[in-house]
């Protein structure tokens, strides 16, 4: 079993649709979790990042973490075909911060 | 613009013949990084400095080496590249004293083993 699993996609939305994108982890010492977004032929960018459980909005994004669960979140609001690109989630542990698990990215297109 | 550069984009070498990747970095960060992202699979850490501090990873093969000359530059060896070493090479680097999730890649080099 992967430490963190995530849907592959693609994902197709109409332009201004609210889009949601998971990760499920098993590992319960991660305490930090990243949203990182990849265009094609380039690479990772952070997107956002949340510190153990909670919420954090940015613009028309929203990270969610449910420790409780294990599933983390993405919510993509009024989205917009610039949008399109590979989303990866990331987690990292207190002790060794520096490493972080991603997953394998899940392909988002969205149509104007 | 302070960024991660990485040379060449695209590398083709045969199977077996050493090759040696590139990044280099203006941002001044003591942390680099090297991934393995094969296709429509999640980026994989190879290794990591941290200044001229080398950690591997456990699961990082034999053929796989790295040199960090300074703070600016770091190279990606693999020794005898087989096929399944075809993949895209990310180089990331993050500050220390900030946050070591906030790693700032570069576009990576495209490997093809033929």
């Known amino acids: 079993q992967k430490e963190v699993e995530q849907d592959p996609g693609p994902l197709s939305v109409p332009e201004g649709a609210i889009v949601s994108l998971n990760c499920t982890y098993s590992n319960s010492a991660f305490q930090y979790f990243m949203w990182y977004r990849q265009y094609s032929r380039k690479g990772p960018e952070l997107l956002m990042y949340t510190y153990s459980s909670g919420n954090k909005e940015d613009g028309r994004f929203t990270a969610q973490v449910d420790k409780s669960s294990k599933y983390i979140s993405l919510f993509i609001r009024d989205s917009q075909p610039s949008d399109s690109a590979t989303y990866l989630c990331?987690?990292?542990?207190?002790?060794?911060?520096?490493?972080?698990?991603f997953g394998s990215g899940t392909r988002l297109l969205v149509r104007p | 613009d302070a960024m991660v550069i990485q040379n060449p984009r695209y590398q083709v070498t045969q199977f077996g013949k050493p090759v040696t990747l590139s990044c280099s970095q203006t941002l001044n960060h003591n942390v680099m990084y090297w991934y393995q992202q094969k296709s429509s699979q999640a980026p994989k850490l190879l290794f990591h400095?941290?200044?001229?501090?080398?950690?591997n990873e456990a699961d990082t093969p034999d053929n796989f080496q790295s040199r960090r000359p300074n703070t600016s530059f770091c190279f990606l060896d693999i020794r005898s590249p087989g096929l399944g070493d075809a993949a895209m090479y990310l180089c990331a680097t993050s500050r220390v004293g900030g946050a070591a999730y906030e790693q700032y890649f570069g576009p990576g080099t495209r490997l093809t083993v033929t």
């Open positions: 400095y941290y200044d001229k501090d080398f950690n």
């Open positions: 990331a987690m990292s542990a207190l002790d060794s911060s520096y490493k972080l698990i």
